[in-house]
T-cell receptor
Framework: KNQVEQSPQSLIILEGKNCTLQ??????????LRWYKQDTGRGPVSLTI?????NTKSNGRYTATLDADTKQSSLHITASQLSDSASYIC???????????FGSGTKLNVKP | EPEVTQTPSHQVTQMGQEVILRCVPI?????FYWYRQILGQKVEFLVS????????KSEIFDDQFSVERPDGSNFTLKIRSTKLEDSAMYFC?????????????FGNGTRLTVT
């Protein structure tokens, strides 16, 4: 069964600190993996997209890594800001890359 | 920056009524999607649409659901006879090409409440 699991479910960190969010997937065959940021009451916004041949991709303070062999990805946030408080969702697509499998998200709360 | 717009932002309807959720995708995009998110749960794929036809649909997208691109700019989701369990946030998304690196652009959703 194609699944995407994220951990932790929620995370509280202090402003300025770094954090790493995890994503494990069983989607096969694998096409690409995306990380999205979803603010409360808003639609998800794309942060990174990685194909099976990419190991790492950065977008400002966000760095995503991918290990297609172990089917794991991480999203590292550097020097967190209050505006980073949101849900971060891992999304994986398989052979039909118009169909996406969503994780449940990690709810990040950055405190001053 | 162009964005996907959805209307209304909140729709309240009675069980059994028909609702139409509207979306205006980004103008040069060719691929369109509907997703839903029940409160507190993960985002679920409903349907993808390309070249005026459904390209993929999930098991959620049963005969009560239909999509249409009536005029080249709007993309609508119709629920014929709403049920209580249809209450959710419905997101429209679009992308400009069917490639591995096309980002999906999401609207801010329509919150549907079925009473």
């Amino acid at each position: 069964k194609n699944q995407v699991e994220q951990s932790p479910q929620s995370l509280i960190i202090l402003e300025g600190k770094n954090c790493t969010l995890q994503c494990n997937y069983t989607v096969s065959p694998f096409s690409n993996l995306r990380w999205y940021k979803q603010d409360t009451g808003r639609g998800p916004v794309s942060l990174t997209i990685m194909t099976f041949s990419e190991n790492t991709k950065s977008n400002g303070r966000y760095t995503a890594t991918l290990d297609a062999d172990t089917k794991q990805s991480s999203l590292h946030i550097t020097a967190s800001q209050l505006s980073d408080s949101a849900s971060y969702i891992c999304v994986v697509s398989g052979y039909n890359f118009n169909k996406f499998y969503f994780g449940s998200g990690t709810k990040l709360n950055v405190k001053p | 920056e162009p964005e996907v717009t959805q209307t209304p932002s909140h729709q309240v309807t009675q069980m059994g009524q028909e609702v139409i959720l509207r979306c205006v995708p980004i103008s040069n995009h060719l691929y369109f999607y509907w997703y839903r998110q029940i409160l507190g749960q993960k985002v679920e794929f409903l349907v993808s649409f390309y070249n005026n036809e459904i390209s993929e649909k999930s098991e959620i997208f049963d005969d009560q659901f239909s999509v249409e691109r009536p005029d080249g700019s709007n993309f609508t989701l119709k629920i014929r006879s709403t049920k209580l369990e249809d209450s959710a946030m419905y997101f429209c998304a679009s992308s400009d090409r069917d490639s591995l690196n096309s980002p999906l652009h999401f609207g801010n959703g329509t919150r549907l409440t079925v009473t």
